[in-house]
């Protein structure tokens, strides 16, 4: 399916979180000017949690921080009146994660270049998947043009001894970008050339063979293959439209986008994964059927990871080789990881769920209105240090698929070199 780069009709935002529906010829989406610095919000005394009306989750262990009330100049009057108030934070209900007594049902969506994240949070998947927490039905690559990102990700997938996971591509309107790993990675490893399908298309056929509200999707990328996928139309896999396969299929989707409870500070005016295809982050956002939960730019900042890799595993793992390329070998924070350990094993002890419904404006910055539902955002409330330790040790865990010698000694999958 071919990107719809002109403007759509009209997306109603329900301030409740209501369904948004999408007619034909503007988008409307509340704009002003972009804050060049907010001003400090006063203090004030947390106000007590709203009462919950049955739209909302139940909440177990909930607990009240202040929000700020923006400054008008940068909010509408409408909007700072809605979006000002307490966030409710706390354990997640059950519908807002994948925990379910099996291995979850993955969709991983990376733009596999940019960042080298991308590649510790497939890795740290796959070693979830060796431990039977997860199965990874396919990766979605939000990249364009771009032949190395799929042939990155294939060698990582070969690696770990899964070299028959589909890989769906992007539409070639997509963003792209280059890379300092991806073409080294590809050409130096082990991976099987195969045709690759269109993200839409690969996305209608995993979804349509799996039970009903039963997939969880995780991105750590650009909105841009969701957006398709939303405003597919039925196919030889299904015979519904993209927005009501989503709404019975999928469970829960993951996405690593956002800074919380609002971007306004955010160093580069707004978090990347939202800015690069704005469009699609705005229609995605607001026409999702299911629960999403976001981790946030500040939560995968403070937790750095990986630089373990170039002492505490071979030299012929390719996620050593892309830390090696794109750091140095140093750490390097952790964004994508930390929304792929939500998507497998929920909250555990590291995270709360502050709850309420993420809104995507005009000029690429995200607020949050904490009176309305069907989103979350996660909140560290240990160490970034315990979080780094866990995931650092998902990193360096050799592939279950690794072979033993006679002498008892592990061998890797090896990497091609010609």
């Known amino acids: 399916?071919?990107?719809?780069?002109?403007?759509?009709?009209?997306?109603?935002?329900?301030?409740?979180?209501?369904?948004?529906?999408?007619?034909?010829?503007?988008?409307?989406?509340?704009?002003?000017?972009?804050?060049?610095?907010?001003?400090?919000?006063?203090?004030?005394?947390?106000?007590?949690?709203?009462?919950?009306?049955?739209?909302?989750?139940?909440?177990?262990?909930?607990?009240s921080t202040p929000t700020p009330t923006y400054d008008a100049r940068y909010v509408a009057p409408i909007q700072s009146e809605r979006l000002s108030g307490t966030v409710r934070c706390g354990t997640p209900p059950e519908r807002l994660t994948s925990l379910s007594g099996g291995p979850v049902p993955i969709i991983f969506d990376t733009d596999f270049g940019p960042d080298v994240d991308d590649v510790g949070a497939l890795a740290i998947l796959h070693a979830m998947a060796d431990r039977d927490e997860a199965e990874i039905l396919g990766v979605m690559v939000s990249t364009s043009e771009n032949v190395d990102s799929p042939r990155a990700v294939d060698v990582v997938n070969t690696y770990y001894g899964r070299p028959d996971i589909p890989i769906g591509l992007s539409d070639p309107s997509a963003p792209m970008f280059n890379s300092p790993y991806t073409a080294q990675i590809g050409s130096s490893f082990e991976s099987e050339e195969v045709p690759n399908p269109s993200a839409t298309s690969l996305y209608r056929q995993l979804l349509a063979a799996q039970a009903d509200k039963s997939v969880t999707i995780v991105s750590v990328g650009f909105q841009s293959n969701l957006?398709?996928?939303?405003?597919?139309?039925?196919?030889?896999?299904?015979?519904?439209?993209?927005?009501d396969l989503v709404a019975e299929k999928v469970k829960l989707w993951v996405a690593m986008a956002g800074q919380f409870p609002n971007s306004y500070h955010h160093p580069h005016g707004g978090?990347?994964?939202?800015?690069?295809?704005?469009r699609a982050s705005i229609i995605t956002t607001a026409l999702w059927p299911t629960p999403i939960v976001f981790s946030g730019f500040e939560v995968g900042s403070a937790i750095m990871t990986g630089g373990v890799l170039q002492v505490a595993v071979p030299e012929d793992n390719p996620v050593r080789e892309a830390y090696r390329l794109y750091t140095g070998g140093d750490n390097r924070q952790s964004w994508d990881l930390t929304a792929v350990w939500y998507a497998v094993r929920g909250a555990t002890d590291f995270f709360d769920t502050c709850f309420g419904r993420i809104e995507v404006e005009a000029d690429g910055h995200n607020a949050w209105d904490p009176n309305a539902s069907g989103h979350a955002y996660l909140s560290m409330n240990v160490e970034a240090e315990l979080v780094a330790k866990a995931l650092d040790e998902l990193l360096i865990t050799p592939p279950a698929s690794s072979a033993v010698s006679d002498?008892?000694?592990?061998?890797e999958p090896t990497s091609q070199t010609d």
Request: glycine share 8%; charged share 15%; hydrophobic share 50%.
């Open 1 to 63: 399916m071919k990107r719809l780069r002109t403007p759509l009709a009209a997306v109603a935002l329900g301030f409740a979180g209501a369904l948004v529906f999408i007619a034909g010829s503007a988008l409307i989406i509340p704009e002003g000017p972009a804050p060049a610095e907010l001003p400090a919000a006063a203090a004030s005394e947390p106000a007590a949690p709203a009462p919950l009306d049955e739209a909302s989750f139940e909440l177990t262990g909930v607990t």
């Open 227 to 243: 957006d398709d996928l939303l405003l597919s139309g039925p196919d030889e896999f299904s015979p519904l439209n993209g927005a």
């Open 271 to 278: 978090e990347f994964n939202l800015l690069v295809d704005l």
């Open 407 to 411: 002498d008892g000694v592990t061998v």
